[in-house]
């Protein structure tokens, strides 16, 4: 079965700085990866899909990138508001595993 | 506006079973994969099955194959999930979602508790 490994599990951030985080997949997963927002207590939010695709409404300092096994979204000048959880998922083929998740906080 | 609204969870004992509903409006409901997430408390997102438009096709995890089974009724625009030989570990909050190409869209969740 396919795992999926995010990395860092947390990092501590400052308004305005870019922010990249990564998911490895243990096989190529070509570009059917999804990333999401989770703030706590709320369901999570698409944010990009087929790894470099922006959801609608998602704003532009949001960015996925990567291809085969190793993916990475990048948050550029990052907001108060972007302190919460994101995770990776593989998409497209099942199963469609998610990956563990990045804690983003904001110092 | 695209709902999903999530019931049927609960407290149950290990062994025993429950059905989850989730009814989704605004949208056509029959033009969509569907299916259900969990989230344990104070844990990741696991993936716990999908189904095809039609309901023709089914997908699990091994965590949860042949215990759940996901279907659905286009008709009432509904889907289900009936979960048998629940275990502690099935603890969670259960989201409806929508999409293939992603879960665009999700519900906000019902409580299952597996405890005796």
């Known amino acids: 079965n396919i795992v999926m490994t995010q990395s860092p599990k947390s990092m501590s951030i400052s308004v305005g700085d870019r922010v990249t985080m990564n998911c490895k997949a243990s096989?190529?997963?070509?570009?059917?990866i999804a990333w999401y927002q989770q703030k706590p207590g709320k369901s999570p939010k698409l944010l990009i899909y087929y790894a470099s695709n922006r959801y609608t409404g998602v704003p532009d300092r949001f960015t996925g990138s990567g291809s085969g096994t190793d993916f990475t979204l990048t948050i550029n000048s990052v907001q108060a508001e972007d302190a919460a959880f994101y995770y990776c998922q593989r998409i497209y083929n099942s199963p469609y595993t998610f990956g563990a998740g990045t804690k983003l906080e904001l110092k | 506006e695209v709902q999903l609204v999530e019931t049927g969870g609960g407290l149950v004992q290990p062994g025993r079973s429950l059905k989850l509903s989730c009814v989704a409006s605004g949208f056509t409901f029959n033009n969509y994969w569907m299916s259900w997430t969990r989230q344990a408390p104070g844990k990741g997102l696991e993936w716990v099955a999908s189904i095809t438009n039609s309901g023709g096709s089914t997908y699990y995890p091994d965590s949860v194959k042949g215990r759940f089974t996901i279907s659905r009724d286009n008709a009432q625009n509904t889907l289900y999930l009936q979960m048998n030989s629940l275990r502690s570990e099935d603890t969670a909050t259960y989201y409806c979602?929508?999409?293939?190409?992603?879960?665009?869209?999700w519900g906000q969740g019902t409580l299952v508790t597996v405890s005796s």
């Open positions: 096989q190529n997963v070509y570009n059917n």
């Open positions: 979602t929508r999409g293939s190409k992603g879960f665009a869209y």
